[in-house]
């Protein structure tokens, strides 16, 4: 990362000054009233006389604008300290999405598509390729919405059904964010959990039954914790089946959720809600079933001797009696004790290792802003250095090209890494404002932000990674350069928004750098080293021992990497499974189809035959089939995404850059030929000209086998 003197970006970053109401509401809504009164300008204009430049393109500026209010008011409610600003950001959120809703439902809107796109096809506009995608896309995106359905009886309806739709969405999302559930447990059941994650728990020390008892919270880091290092399966299997129960009460939402669904695709004549969500993806519904069957019988035979190799470490409660064995003790499983590894990993060393080498690989330059470039850049804005970011210990970059790409500024990346009551707990790259061009033709820089919640650092130690802490890094900044590099004009296609089903390649490509030993040697720095005070407390804890050396031993490394095809089956089986659940509730053919369909039962039957595992006490799964927040957040009939992206993901890698990793060459032809063109529902036709042949779907089946 460059150490050259800080440059000022030509735009300001944001400010986040934000309150409740006075602003975030305000701004919602006034921004809100300024897109109708633009939109009503423009529409006054007669369908026949519209064109690209006279109607069009001032629907996209007013876009453009609304879109990045509506990204920068959605950022608080996964980020923001206090609850009321979470709140007042759902609220907003809920507003933008009714004005989306108005928008698609106005009439002069769809005549106007209709007429562009109609004149398009007869040769009458001439359009570039983005251009040409946005009147494809917007004009089948409003017949999607129902625009073209009359009014009466079946429009009202569809109303009815849409806005319920969303508030269970928005109420599931809120119960998985909000629960405050957890588990109880004794010191003597926590046998085996390192003293530094015992000490980030609540302890309870007033009277009662949970006298002296430590609270294991259902948040990812405390509970994979407990599952991963408590030596008494009785422990883990309370947690397992407690968690299991975790947001019961989305179970019976879920299901008015996918009948509803399976209502509104009807109402808008889709044989069902997959073949509604799918219409402009890669893979139509049908084609991702057949994918999901065919890779399910081509790894099948490698998972079952994967299976029985991990069936011999019985010990761990979650092989011998139930489900998932990707989250198997690794202690009992691998060569390598990665828990030891994790101290070469420390949260601040592996991100900056990450950052430098994205620049090599993408040739790019991250600034850090520190305290005086901030005060800098907000003074000018008349603004605190306090509203540079929205906590003290978000971390902050202007990120350029290199001189060789032509040096120009690209946008701000943000870094929100620990864990925070209220905060989104789970990995994620967020778009904060995206890149668009403005009227003028000057450009709007985006704004990206990587937000993990890993455990603060405690006394003496930083907070370490785990190799599948690094690989999620490696996959969220991956999303976050995306949003940067993309060279597009309209921000509704700028970045990671290309279609669902392409969008987790690149991040999924970049994860296999993760399972390279000279990759995490580069990143690797033991915590001692990191400075005197470390090297102290780490000696006050090791006082017989040599001091480690500063980079993780290579040959720990290599024998590391070999575990991972001990448990990729394992981990393609849990996407799968997944994925086929989500395709299968989401297929039903009509409103009494999905009114039979027992959720959970689907939902265990699925797994049985993917995983091909055990059954669970009772066959209670509780509520896991209706906590995934991704299913009420656009990724319904979505899932299967990820699994396409694992195997074209590894194809595209095998293909480009194993054996080269650092080849900053392929590097720039992959950013310029797949990161920054703009969505324009090419994705498949651009793989096969990166590849210069078609993605192969056998790619990660004939890796397994090596
Ligand atoms: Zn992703």
Redesign the pocket.
Known sequence: MASAPFRIPPQPPLAFTHTPTTTLLTLTQETIALSNNNLNKTLLTNPTHATFQTTILPLIHNENTTVNTALLAALYKYVSPPPSLREASITCSQLFREHWREIEARREVFEVFRAVYEKEKKGEEELDEEEGWFIESGYKGLLRSGAAVQEGGKRGRLEVVRKRIAEICAQCCRNIREDKGGVWCSSEELEGVPADVILRFKMRDEGGENEGRFWVSFKAADYMSCMEYAVREETRKRLWSARMEMCGANVGLMKELVVLRAEHAALLGFESHADYKTQEKMLSAKAATAFLDQLQEEITPYCELEMNEMKKFKRNYLLSRNCNPSQLDDRNSSPVRETQLSEYFPLDEVIRGLLRTFETLFRLVFEEIKEEGRQALMTKQGQSIDAATWHDSIVMFAVWNEEAMGGEFLGYLYLDLLQRDGKKDHP??ISISAGYEKPDGTKHYPSTLLLTSFPAPTFGKPTFLRQRNVKTIF??L??SIHDLVGQTRFASSSGTAVTQDF??IP??MLENWCWDPSILHSLSKHYSCLSPEYKSAWKAGNPEAVQPPEKAPLEQLEKFAKTRNMRWGSRTRGLLATAKFDLLIHRAKNIEDAEKMDLGEIYQRVRREVMGLYEVDGDNWGAEHARSEHLFQGYDAGHYS?VV?EVYAYDLFETKFEGNLMNGEEGRRYRKMILERARNGLEARMLEEYLGRKPDGGAISRAMKK
Do not use: F, M, Q, T
Request: net charge neutral; with cysteine.
């Open positions: 994620c790259k996959h969220e991956g999303h969008v987790e991040s999924k990820y992206a």
